[in-house]
């Protein structure tokens, strides 16, 4: 039996624009995200998170499908545009209230709300006054946050600034695969540093109400291998580290730009001239944890001469014998002890929850209206013995949320790829958890992992107990 700390939280996550819907209810402002997935051919087939799985109406059932798992921590976010919906201004009581009583609900089940302020969903008006590479939006970040800790920072458990920034500026504004679907380096560099910003914003704002909440940033962190140990692959792995993993962790731990990234960021784009003095100061004001989102691996080579590449490397697909899942991500579980334990090595000792962590399955429903998802708890059962094994190393490991509570409006790929540990069936809008929620809440149940619990799981397909 592995066994985790007696405290270790143990929680599921979501984020408002995969799963709300009820996007024109209650005064709700329009989202990058619904521009961005109501313009043709941008989303897998036209979806949009216009219903989702209708959260919004559903939010008491599905925080029963909570309680029911077993969970100490819930992590959702907040639609910036629900509570205001042009991005500033005056709020909309009624956005706030929906989040007022989920809250209060996940209290009463005795579930600690960690919330995230910026899952993605950019009021669509401020993204006509320039978006993340106007310094402006910023600011309005930081008045948004200042609203939300006195509407509900009595009550949340954790704050969460953003959610996984390198997102938002490498495949929002430089690859244009996200909203707002930009492809300009300098504006995803901009995009960057003004993300950053307004997270060290506001941490600044919640200290000066007094509050003692912890608040972090959630990254999404690649260990980042080279393809072969040749001098280029090395130095080409070492890059790309630089730009999705150290351009974010050394600004928030070290109020440095990486000397590297930043001498290969004016090789590419020219300037720099919108980090002005002070800001790193702002970034790195101490925060309480960092919320890591954790996947899969990167694997990058050297670009061969005159193969196309923007800064030198090129990121390779999984090799043909490495394990992957549905969606084709590789499947390492030693990669996600490895970014904890560099974690503490190299910015620690800090305290980390893992914010998110799990994987894409082909689900279908049988015969019996069961869902069997083995392949989903081996994959949580593998990561979960790395958590572990991260713990014993020293790692200060405070939770785990899986994602995701429910299948979901994944992003681009609309709803055709499920990560869910409760199935969603859109056109009924039917929950039923999958053999990998009975396996996750045994685990919550006993705090901890025991190899008979996964393979009676593995087994035995069916409703969880
Ligand atoms: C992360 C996002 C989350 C979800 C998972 C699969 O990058 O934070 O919303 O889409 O990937």
Request: glycine share 10%; net charge negative; hydrophobic share 40%.
């Amino acid at each position: 039996m592995l066994r985790f700390p007696h405290d270790f939280l143990w929680g599921a996550a979501t984020a408002a624009y995969q799963i709300e819907g009820a996007v024109d209810e209650d005064g709700r402002g329009e989202s990058v995200w619904d521009r961005f997935s109501h313009t043709p051919g941008l989303v897998h087939e036209g979806h949009t998170g216009d219903i989702a799985c209708d959260h919004y109406h559903r939010c008491e059932e599905d925080i029963e499908l909570l309680a029911r798992l077993g969970v100490g921590l819930y992590r959702f976010s907040t639609a910036w545009p629900r509570i205001l919906p042009t991005g500033q201004g005056v709020p909309e009581p009624r956005g706030i209230a929906f989040y007022d009583r989920l809250v209060d609900r996940l209290l009463a089940k005795g579930i600690a709300p960690m919330v995230t302020l910026d899952h993605w969903d950019l009021p669509q008006a401020l993204q006509d006054r320039g978006g993340w590479p106007a310094r402006d939006t910023a600011l309005r970040f930081a008045e948004y946050a200042q609203v939300m800790f006195q509407a509900l920072g009595d009550r949340v458990r954790y704050w969460v600034t953003h959610n996984e920034p390198w997102m938002v500026a490498a495949i929002g504004h430089r690859l244009g695969l996200h909203a707002p679907g930009i492809r300009d380096f300098q504006a995803s560099l901009r995009a960057s540093h003004h993300l950053l910003l307004s997270h060290g914003l506001a941490v600044q704002a919640l200290r000066a109400t007094g509050s003692q909440t912890p608040i972090g940033i959630v990254l999404n962190l690649f260990h980042t291998d080279p393809a072969t140990d040749s001098e280029a692959d090395v130095e080409q792995a070492m890059a790309s580290d630089g730009y999705t993993n150290r351009w974010y962790l050394d600004p928030l731990f070290r109020a440095v730009y990486p000397a590297d990234t930043s001498a290969l960021f004016q090789r590419v784009s020219g300037v720099m001239d919108f980090v002005r003095r002070g800001d790193l100061d702002t970034i790195s004001a101490p925060m309480d944890f960092l919320g890591v989102n954790y996947y899969s691996p990167r694997i990058v080579r050297a670009a061969a001469p005159g193969e196309a590449s923007e800064f030198g490397w090129v990121v390779e697909k999984p090799p043909a014998d490495a394990p992957v899942t549905d969606g084709g991500w590789q499947i390492s579980p030693e990669a996600f002890t490895s970014v904890l334990l560099r974690l503490n090595r190299e910015y620690g000792p800090l305290p980390i929850f893992v914010t998110e962590n799990g994987a894409i399955c082909d689900d279908t429903v049988d015969d019996a209206g069961r869902v069997h998802d083995p392949a989903r708890i081996s994959y949580l059962a593998a990561h979960l013995r790395a958590a572990h094994g991260a713990l014993g190393a020293g790692v200060d490991l405070r939770g785990y949320c899986v994602w995701s509570l429910l299948d979901n409006f994944e992003w681009a790929d609309g709803f055709s790829k499920r990560f869910g540990i409760v199935y969603v069936d859109y056109p009924t809008q039917r929950r039923i958890p999958k053999s990998s929620f009975r396996f996750m809440s045994r685990v919550m149940a006993v705090g901890g992992l025991a190899t008979e619990m996964e393979e009676q799981a593995l087994r035995l397909a069916g409703p969880p107990v």
